[in-house]
Nanobody
Framework: QVQLVESGGGLVQAGVSLRLSCAAS????????VGWFRQAPGKEREFVAA????????YYADSVKGRFTISRDNAKNTVYLQMNSLKPEDTAVYYC?????????????????????WGQGTQVTVSS
């Protein structure tokens, strides 16, 4: 089992930055990739960004490319999501997820079904 705990969310104004953290514990050696997803009220959970645990590959949703950066610190078993130039449409609960599966294509890490473990989420609210 892998446990994931998100932190760093909050209420901010448009244009500012936030950094989310995802701390992993348990059988972290089984993780192959970690992703961030978000879910706004009344909407489905959507992919934001993902990174392989080796750090060799990163993936981003088109809506956040150029504004968000995903990174990891293997020594701390932590993955970060640096969010710059935040917009009101970024408002959502942000979830961290871990996958223990090595897929032939990075497309799988952009789907909810590609992940085995999920955190409880952290709220990000961006006011205009």
């Amino acid at each position: 089992q892998v446990q994931l705990v998100e932190s760093g969310g909050g209420l901010v104004q448009a244009g500012v930055s936030l950094r989310l953290s995802c701390a992993a514990s348990g059988r972290t050696f089984t993780m192959y990739a970690v992703g961030w997803f978000r879910q706004a009220p009344g909407k489905e959970r959507e992919f934001v960004a993902a990174i392989t645990w080796s750090g060799s590959n990163t993936y981003y949703a088109d809506s956040v490319k150029g504004r968000f950066t995903i990174s990891r610190d293997n020594a701390k078993n932590t993955v970060y999501l640096q969010m710059n130039s935040l917009k009101p449409e970024d408002t959502a609960v942000y979830y961290c997820a871990a996958s223990s599966r090595k897929y032939p294509s990075g497309n799988y890490y952009q789907t909810v079904r590609g992940y085995d473990y999920w955190g409880q989420g952290t709220q990000v609210t961006v006011s205009s």
